[in-house]
């Protein structure tokens, strides 16, 4: 996942090479996407995600995550590293059922942070292998816990922020955001990287 | 023999005959897939080879570049994957390739050949000479002008390989000529079944004896195929990514000769089948001239542009159109350039269009213009070959750009007076200054009308 991409992840036209000082010495990360390709992205005008959903999201999330290319996780590695580095509540990405995860062959936010390198614990686990974009949105709200804690995980008296891909209707954030509380959460926040 | 309790389902062999498919994706039952395997009805091999060096063994791409290592749920350990046939379903390390090595399927060699047409004595030659290269096992090359009916001149070839019980493939780098020629073949040859794959295609029933493909399509066959047609073999991206071209030589059977047909072969391809195996047609079908390109200034057309305003000499041509109610195609360099100029021209008039490679609605755009339902189109390089629409006049804006190669040009220029009804035509090149790949499609254009 270190190698240096010469060509857009996105739409493989070459990318310009030379490192510069600036990425050298402000420790960026080298550019995966050219140009063109990020300028199809909205930045999101809330506070608790990075994106706005819009086309580009649209072929992004189809190709991270039903055609599993892992490779994207790398796209908005600068943006989320920017926004998430100086966090100091504990973060928590949303997990995937272990079935789903086994067909997926990745977990698609812990790749995000992972790639990142931002620093992450897991204290949940999915109850159900269920997706929930396959529900409206009545469904999506009157679902059975979604989540629940993982055997011998401990919930300190602090501030967690849960991390997910992306935000609809926010039940699975809300869901995740329950546990934690009743287990003893002093807070609990969230961040996507998308708003739907 | 004892019986087994399990019979292979037909439909199973004639899907799987000749494809190199991954195991999770086969439309058929797990029990099915496991059965066929145990009876050693398949070969089974890793999706990514590692040794000498990675390599994906469906699209053959070995370049490091392309393929990506991560932590697999899976097989719970690092996982390569190969990014470049990625859209056809993910080959990774632990995936697996299966290739059928089973019973073959039943190929009838009951083949009527529908079409009442005439050759030209040009024609009738090459067809001739084609069809002895396909008896004699030598590959082909055919190079015929555009418009000179080289479509037509496979069907004898074809329907010679489909009666000796032998599996044709016409591949092509473009969707749009994949779209083109199977209602053609489906009319031509009504008694066989023929399957047309491209990115999308919907699924089709039966054993196809007939594939008319896209060449990015035959990454998932393995010598599947004993006659090997591609049409239009200098296109892009096929000269440009070697894979395609090892991807051609894959799906075919050891011994199986390729027949590569264009109006426009390069240097490299000339010098390697000149002196052997070679079809040469200078003329159109209907025997008049192609029609020559005219240069055309249009200096500073893409600030014009830019501010608003169509150039006045470009503006006149599709008024004249417009006012004749001839359809027109107007060729931009680059996407950008042609959205900016949509607005402008549907000032003139409101139904005209622009289509990109992008657009999914192209197919449609297309068939409006050929139905005579919008006037005219605005496009880029896709629709500069494989396309026929009658009386169709053709521009283009910005022909010194580099996309715009001699042999782009040419095929463009061979988009007009492809009828016999309307067999002259007007090609405007509109340039801000003649480069030499202008010069050198006009020359071979003259040079053919000699």
């Given at each position: 996942m270190n190698k240096i991409e010469t060509l857009c992840l996105l739409c493989s036209q070459p990318l310009p090479s030379a490192i510069s000082w600036e990425i050298l010495l402000t420790k960026q990360?080298?550019?995966?996407?050219?140009?063109?390709?990020?300028?199809?992205?909205?930045?999101?005008?809330?506070?608790?995600?990075?994106?706005?959903?819009?086309?580009?999201?649209?072929?992004?999330?189809?190709?991270?995550?039903?055609?599993?290319?892992?490779?994207?996780?790398?796209?908005?590695?600068?943006?989320?590293?920017a926004r998430l580095k100086y966090e100091k509540a504990t973060i928590i990405p949303i997990p995937m059922h272990p079935t789903k995860q086994r067909e997926r062959t990745f977990s698609h936010t812990e790749e995000l942070l992972k790639a990142a390198t931002i620093p992450f614990i897991q204290l949940l686990e999915k109850t159900t292998a269920e997706t929930q974009s396959s529900k409206n949105?009545?469904?999506?709200?009157?679902?059975?816990?979604?989540?629940?804690?993982?055997?011998?995980?401990?919930?300190?008296?602090?501030?967690?922020?849960?991390?997910?891909?992306?935000?609809?209707?926010?039940?699975?954030?809300?869901?995740?955001?329950?546990?934690?509380?009743?287990?003893?959460?002093?807070?609990?926040?969230?961040f996507t990287l998308i708003n739907g | 023999m004892k019986y087994k309790g399990w019979l292979l389902p037909p439909k199973l062999r004639d899907f799987h005959e000749g494809r190199i498919w991954l195991k999770e994706y086969t439309p058929f039952s797990k029990k099915d897939i496991e059965k066929s395997i145990n009876h050693k009805y398949f070969n089974v091999i890793e999706g990514i080879q590692k040794e000498p060096h990675l390599k994906c063994n469906r699209c053959h791409n070995d370049?490091?570049?392309?393929?990506?290592?991560?932590?697999?749920?899976?097989?719970q350990q690092p996982c390569v994957y190969c990014r470049h046939c990625l859209k056809m379903g993910r080959v990774s390390s632990c995936t697996q390739l299966m290739i059928w090595t089973g019973p073959r399927a039943i190929r009838t060699r009951k083949h009527s050949l529908k079409w009442a047409g005439q050759f030209t004595v040009h024609q009738q030659q090459a067809a001739n000479e084609m069809l002895e290269s396909v008896k004699a096992q030598r590959s082909h090359l055919l190079n015929a002008v555009?418009?000179?009916?080289?479509?037509?001149?496979?069907?004898?070839?074809?329907?010679?390989?489909?009666?000796?019980?032998?599996?044709?493939?016409?591949?092509?780098?473009?969707?749009?000529?994949v779209l083109e020629?199977?209602?053609?073949?489906?009319?031509?040859?009504?008694?066989?079944?023929?399957?047309?794959?491209?990115?999308?295609?919907?699924?089709?029933?039966?054993?196809?004896?007939?594939?008319?493909?896209?060449?990015?399509?035959?990454?998932?066959?393995?010598?599947?195929?004993?006659?090997m047609i591609v049409d239009e073999a200098d296109a892009f991206p096929y000269t440009f990514d070697e894979?395609?071209?090892?991807?051609v030589q894959k799906a075919k059977s050891e011994n199986a000769p390729i027949l590569l047909v264009t109006a426009t072969p390069s240097h490299k391809l000339l010098t390697q089948y000149q002196n052997e195996s070679y079809s040469f047609i200078p003329k159109r079908y209907h025997n008049r001239p192609l029609p020559v390109p005219r240069f055309h200034s249009l200096w500073n057309y893409e600030k014009s542009l830019k501010r608003g305003k169509i150039p006045r000499k470009l503006k006149r041509w599709t008024e004249e159109r417009l006012a004749r109610k001839e359809p027109f195609l107007l060729f931009f360099p680059k996407v950008e350039l042609m959205k900016i100029a949509t607005p402008l021209f549907q000032l003139l008039d409101g139904s005209i269009m622009a289509v990109h490679a992008e657009d999914p609605d192209r197919k449609e755009k297309v068939l409006k213009l050929r139905h005579e339902e919008v006037p005219g189109l605005l496009t880029t390089t896709i629709l500069e070959r494989g396309i026929t629409i009658k009386n169709v006049q053709?521009?283009?804006?910005?022909?010194?750009?580099?996309?715009?190669?001699?042999?782009?040009?040419?095929?463009?220029?061979?988009r007009v007076g492809r009828n016999a009804d309307f067999s002259d035509g007007d090609v405007v090149f509109f340039h801000h200054g003649i480069t030499i790949e202008m010069d050198d499609a006009r020359t071979k254009i003259l040079y053919y009308n000699k």
């Open positions: 990360f080298q550019s995966t996407i050219c140009d063109r390709c990020s300028a199809r992205f909205e930045y999101s005008s809330t506070a608790t995600a990075l994106y706005h959903y819009n086309d580009a999201m649209k072929d992004y999330l189809h190709h991270y995550k039903f055609l599993q290319d892992v490779a994207l996780a790398k796209v908005f590695r600068q943006e989320l590293h949105r009545e469904q999506r709200i009157q679902t059975a816990p979604l989540f629940r804690l993982k055997t011998g995980a401990y919930v300190e008296h602090k501030e967690y922020l849960l991390f997910d891909d992306i935000k609809t209707t926010g039940t699975t954030l809300q869901h995740a955001t329950e546990i934690l509380m009743n287990a003893g959460a002093r807070n609990v926040k969230s | 370049d490091p570049q392309q393929f990506t290592t991560f932590d697999c749920s899976k097989c555009c418009g000179a009916g080289k479509t037509e001149l496979l069907f004898p070839t074809v329907h010679y390989a489909l009666e000796q019980g032998l599996r044709v493939c016409i591949a092509t780098p473009r969707t749009d000529v020629l199977y209602p053609r073949f489906q009319t031509v040859f009504p008694q066989t079944i023929i399957h047309a794959l491209y990115g999308g295609s919907p699924k089709q029933e039966g054993y196809a004896q007939l594939v008319l493909a896209t060449t990015h399509q035959l990454y998932r066959f393995e010598r599947a195929f004993d006659v894979t395609l071209q090892s991807a053709v521009v283009v804006v910005g022909a010194e750009s580099t996309i715009f190669t001699s042999s782009a040009l040419i095929q463009i220029a061979g």
